[in-house]
């Protein structure tokens, strides 16, 4: 699956570099033309306030799938079925378990108050 923000990180991080790299090669230059070394200063505040946007755009976009994961976990709470995903989560957990360990899983038991 295509992970959108992963790849919104990972081109901060080169745009990031990139920025980097502009401001230090416009440093240098500028001492011998200063229009070039001003326009890779500009370059690199560009490059710059693009990774300040990126970040930001991922932040948001964490935070409103934490809080949906929150809505969904109290909707649950409400119709009283996260105790028994918890539950299922539990037993399959222990199935693999023992189908590491070699043994055959038991049965799951349901009652009437499960």
């Known amino acids: 699956m295509f992970d959108t923000l992963r790849f919104r990180n990972y081109a901060a991080i080169a745009l990031l ?8 090669v416009g440093l240098a230059v500028g001492a011998g033309s200063r229009i070039l070394g001003g326009t890779c200063l500009v370059l690199s505040g560009a490059l710059l306030a693009g990774v300040v946007a990126l970040t930001i755009g991922v932040m948001k976009a964490r935070a409103e799938e934490e809080n949906a994961q929150k809505k969904v976990l109290r909707q649950m709470m409400k119709e009283g079925t996260l105790k028994q995903f918890m539950r299922d989560i539990e037993a399959e957990n222990r199935a693999r378990a023992a189908l590491e ?4 899983p038991a049965p799951a038991r349901q009652t009437a108050f499960s």
Not at 17 to 24: Q, T
Not at 101 to 104: A, L, S, Y
């Open 17 to 24: 570099i990139f920025g980097k790299l502009f401001g230090i």
């Open 101 to 104: 360990d070699g043994h055959e």
